[in-house]
Each structure stands twice: as C-alpha cells, then as structure tokens.
C-alpha cells in the first residue's frame, strides 16, 4: 500500500499539469534555476570575503611582529 508505482506517479504529474498549466511549469523551473545560481553566487562571495578575512588577519599579525 505504500509503494508508489509509475500509474500513481503518471496521475500525479497530469494533477500538476492541469493545476499550473503547461506554461506555467517552465516559467516556475526558470525562477528555480535563478534561486539556485542566486544562492551557489552568494556562497563564492560568502567564500571570498572569509579568505579576504583571513589574509587581512594574517597581515596585522605580521605587522605587529
């Protein structure tokens, strides 16, 4: 009763297809795709500024020596 076989899965996808339109679901995969680029480019510049910290740090320390 609990395994979900390739009918259930069909009756599913056509039950999204009617409620969001066949327009609408490549529009919807589009402005997931920019979320996702959205937040991998905040995860470099996150990455960035943490190496810019470190070596700023490591700087001050050699200045105080």
Same mark, same amino acid.
């Given at each position: 009763?609990?395994?979900? $076989?390739?009918?259930?899965?069909? +009756? +599913?996808?056509?039950?999204?297809?009617?409620?969001? $339109?066949? $327009?609408? +679901?490549?529009?919807?995969?589009?402005?997931?795709? !920019?979320? +996702?680029?959205?937040?991998?480019?905040?995860? !470099?510049?996150?990455?960035t &500024?943490?190496?810019? &910290? !470190?070596?700023?740090?490591?700087?001050?320390?050699?200045d105080? &020596?």
């Open positions: 009763m609990g395994n979900i $076989g390739p009918l259930q899965i069909v +009756i +599913i996808l056509l039950v999204v297809l009617l409620f969001f $339109g066949r $327009g609408k +679901i490549p529009q919807l995969m589009g402005d997931v795709a !920019k979320g +996702i680029k959205s937040f991998k480019s905040g995860m !470099k510049e996150e990455e &500024a943490e190496t810019d &910290a !470190k070596t700023v740090e490591h700087q001050s320390e050699k105080k &020596a």
